[in-house]
Nanobody
Framework: QVQLVESGGGMVQAGGSLRLSCAAS????????MAWYRQAPGKQRELVAR???????NYADSVKGRFTISRDNAKNTIYLQMNSLKPEDTAVYYC???????????WGQGTQVTVSA
């Protein structure tokens, strides 16, 4: 069974930076894409950034220009570099891997990011 393990969360002041990592237990080329989601207290889980198998990326409007998703194929790991953090970025961040056929979604356990004003 595939596992995704996130790391890198923590507490930071507004304007600071954090880098999240998500290590997969098998080749990330076996997925059609990978993504980062987040869920703040009382809110629905939302897509933050996605990276497709071909390397294309897209971002939520709220993080464009501040966050960067990337991957290291040799390490089967994706990253989320978060700069200029804001208190509204506070959430549990989840790594996701998906396969189109058969339709499969795999989730990590989540990592807490807290940004203080």
């Amino acid at each position: 069974q595939v596992q995704l393990v996130e790391s890198g969360g923590g507490m930071v002041q507004a304007g600071g930076s954090l880098r999240l990592s998500c290590a997969a237990s098998r080749s990330i080329f076996s997925f059609n894409g990978m993504a980062w989601y987040r869920q703040a207290p009382g809110k629905q889980r939302e897509l933050v950034a996605r990276i497709f198998g071909e390397g294309f990326t897209n971002y939520a409007d709220s993080v464009k220009g501040r966050f960067t998703i990337s991957r290291d194929n040799a390490k089967n790991t994706i990253y989320l570099q978060m700069n200029s953090l804001k208190p509204e970025d506070t959430a549990v961040y989840y790594c996701n891997a998906y396969i189109v056929n058969p339709r499969t979604n795999i989730w990590g356990q989540g990592t807490q990011v807290t940004v203080s004003a």
